[in-house]
């Protein structure tokens, strides 16, 4: 018999396989307890122990305990075995690394910050169809940001309404019609009518300006609904859908990515609720996390923020980027989304903190622009030319009106 213990989860000398799953935490421990023993309770909780010390005959049990590997101040590496982890199944993935653990009473808090995932686990999953590969491939944007736009008011525009409006952003210069995380098939704009319509402008717009044009439209729904939604997109000859991943779970990410492969559809991933995991720096989940799960499950992009230029609270956009474009075992790189209080006075710090392989998503600072969406757009696509030529945006202005008039109402910070 063998003990299963919190003590038997510690082992600061333990050096890590290159085939197990490695998680840094930041962790409060409770009054009562010291690092060590706060640190061994969370590798046992997250893999195969629990509060009771246990008995078990050996010859019957596959050791998967995790281990608290390293202590450094609040950051705490616990490693764990691959065989822990059914492959390909994130849910189950995410029960052990960020399940219960979150709300132990041996931690004040705790939050999960990184992972150095292994081949063993990343093997399991598909990575992004496309990726940032989609500039070229589905667009014609390869040597510059992609660029979109949300219509506002983001929800109660008609159906006619919201199409004309994606029909202005398209010929002022958009590449990417993007639905908003709150409208899906709702009766003031349903689903089948906004989907064929907006197709219809946005085939009408291809072939006047012979640029591809494409629509993020939000399936997202209950899983089987979804699906069925994602179908129509393709019937109908749309490249794209985008779903709320984080509302939708990652199993419905998983079906959505699966299925997305039959169409050879890209997923725009919406984060809305990530807020609720990592907007506190002492607990929940990072936004690197996330978007790392993200790019296992495999959309194409994910909305990381604006480097601190937009209007809501950011978590190390250009990290974060990096991670979703670096090397992940041949997994194909994520496209990130800067999104949220953009317009055009800022694009030119905007590739300065993030580089050109993003897509630039506006809403208020496209249809805001005093003379509509039409010269919204212009101004945007003529902020990303100067700063893409090297040129300062007011000196680009000067015979660009629509820029001038951006930069009058919003400024250039
Ligand atoms: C942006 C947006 C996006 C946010 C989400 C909005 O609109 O459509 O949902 O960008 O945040 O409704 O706020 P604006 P994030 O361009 O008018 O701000 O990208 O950080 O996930
Ligand atoms: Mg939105």
Known sequence: MTGIEYDDFLDLEYQPAETELVCEFAIEPAADMTMEAAASRVASESSNGTWAALHVDESELTDLGAVACDIDGSDVLVAYPPELFEAGSMPQILSCIAGNILGMKAV???RLEDCRWPETVVGGFPGPQFGT??????????DRPVLATVPKPKVGLSTDAHASIGEAAWRGGIDLLKDDENLTDQAFNPFVDRLTESLAARDRVQEDTGERKDYLVNVTAETTEMLERIDLVAEHGGGFV???VITCGWAA???VRDRCEDHGLAIHAHRAMHAAFDRLDHHGVSMRVIAQVARLCGVDHIHTGTA?????????????????????YGLNPVLPVASGGLHPGVIDQLIDALGTDIIVQAGGGVHGHPDGTLAGAKALRQSVEAAMAGEALADYATDHPELATALETWGAE
Do not use: F, H, R, Y
């Open 253 to 255: 990410v998983q079906s």
């Open 133 to 142: 590969s989609v500039a070229g491939e589905k667009l014609d944007a390869e």
């Open 308 to 328: 601190g230029l937009g209007k809501l609270e950011n978590e190390d956009t250009p990290g974060i980027n990096a991670w979703l474009t670096g090397e992940c």
């Open 242 to 244: 985008m779903v709320d």
């Open 108 to 110: 004040d808090s705790i």
